[in-house]
Structures are given as C-alpha cells and as structure tokens.
C-alpha cells in the first residue's frame, strides 16, 4: 500500500528540485513533528479552552495534581516542572490563587519556605481538562494501532533525550 503525499511530500520535492546539492531528508522526520506540534497545540488550547484555562494554567494544576496527595510543591519544585522562571511562576501561582485554584502554605520544614497546594476547584478543573485532553489526544492518534504507538513513542525518544537533563 502506497501512502499519501502530504505536505511535506511536496515541499521535499521543491527542495530536491531547487537544491539537489542538499540532503534534506531530516527535514521529512522534523517537519512533520513540528506540523503535528501545531496540531497538537490547536488541540490543547480547544481542551483547555473548554475548562476556561489558559496551558500555563493546566501545566501548573497539572503538576501540583501529579505530584499525588496533598497535591503540593515548592515554588522550587514547580519551576522545574514546568520549566518558567522564578518570577514568572510567583505571578502564575498568584493568579491562580486568585481564581481558588491554589492555596499558599508555610512549609512546615521550612519557616522560610512556602508550599503551593491544590485546591478541590483546582483538582477538578485539572481532571476534568486532563480527560477532554486525552480524549483529543487519542483522537489524534486513531490511525495507529498499539504497536505502532509504543514504537513511535520509542523513537521520539531517542530523539528528544539528548536535550534533557
């Protein structure tokens, strides 16, 4: 079975044509990741959109959610989840205070130290986001059965593991 040209089929073609001298065959791996990312993303803010939460939002109450009960980290332990600045997450978490999302809380180890904590809104705006969220995302993915997931998965990787600490 021959598969379709996409987009990217036709854009290799022009560049094999205008510039033979190059191999422009990472760009038939890269290109498709980054149009899926575009996707991927249009996805997510529709999900997130749906709950009336901004990504940052959901990656904030999403780590919180993921870190297991009480559902509290460190400001130090957020910015390494989500990979923001020290500022910008102390405006992230007051914003999302305001909204009842997130409570501060003195760390009990720490007399300096504060802990950013879930609230019950908090936790079930992130559940409910988090099911619309995958539900998109397997929509996403209907075209590959199981083993072709777990290898596509396996690939990705391999790829994105050099860039991680």
Same mark, same amino acid.
């Given at each position: 079975?021959?598969?379709? /040209?996409? $987009? &990217?089929? *036709?854009?290799?073609?022009?560049?094999?044509?205008?510039?033979?001298?190059?191999?422009? @065959?990472?760009?038939?791996?890269?290109?498709? =990741?980054?149009?899926?990312?575009?996707?991927?993303?249009?996805?997510?803010?529709? /999900?997130?959109?749906?709950?009336? +939460? $901004?990504?940052? $939002?959901?990656?904030?109450?999403?780590?919180?959610?993921?870190?297991?009960?009480?559902?509290?980290?460190?400001?130090?332990? #957020? !910015?390494?989840?989500?990979?923001?600045?020290? %500022?910008?997450?102390?405006? *992230? =978490?007051?914003? !999302?205070?305001?909204?009842?999302?997130?409570?501060? @809380?003195?760390?009990?180890?720490?007399? *300096?130290? =504060? #802990?950013?904590?879930?609230?019950?809104? %908090?936790?079930?705006? =992130?559940?409910?986001?988090?099911?619309?969220? &995958? /539900?998109?995302? $397997?929509?996403? +993915?209907?075209?590959?059965?199981?083993?072709? *997931?777990? /290898?596509?998965? %396996?690939?990705?990787?391999?790829?994105? #593991?050099?860039?991680?600490?």
């Amino acid at each position: 079975m021959t598969e379709r /040209a996409d $987009e &990217v089929d *036709r854009l290799l073609t022009a560049w094999r044509r205008e510039r033979p001298d190059l191999d422009v @065959a990472p760009m038939q791996v890269l290109s498709r =990741v980054t149009r899926l990312a575009r996707h991927l993303d249009q996805h997510r803010r529709a /999900a997130f959109g749906t709950h009336d +939460l $901004e990504s940052w $939002e959901f990656d904030v109450l999403a780590a919180l959610r993921r870190a297991g009960s009480p559902y509290q980290l460190s400001p130090g332990q #957020l !910015l390494r989840e989500t990979f923001v600045t020290s %500022g910008t997450m102390t405006n *992230r =978490v007051d914003l !999302l205070t305001q909204r009842g999302f997130v409570t501060r @809380a003195n760390h009990p180890e720490d007399r *300096r130290g =504060v #802990l950013v904590r879930l609230t019950p809104d %908090g936790k079930r705006a =992130v559940d409910e986001t988090l099911s619309d969220l &995958v /539900a998109a995302e $397997e929509e996403m +993915l209907t075209g590959l059965g199981a083993d072709e *997931r777990d /290898a596509l998965a %396996g690939l990705l990787r391999r790829l994105i #593991l050099p860039y991680e600490g």
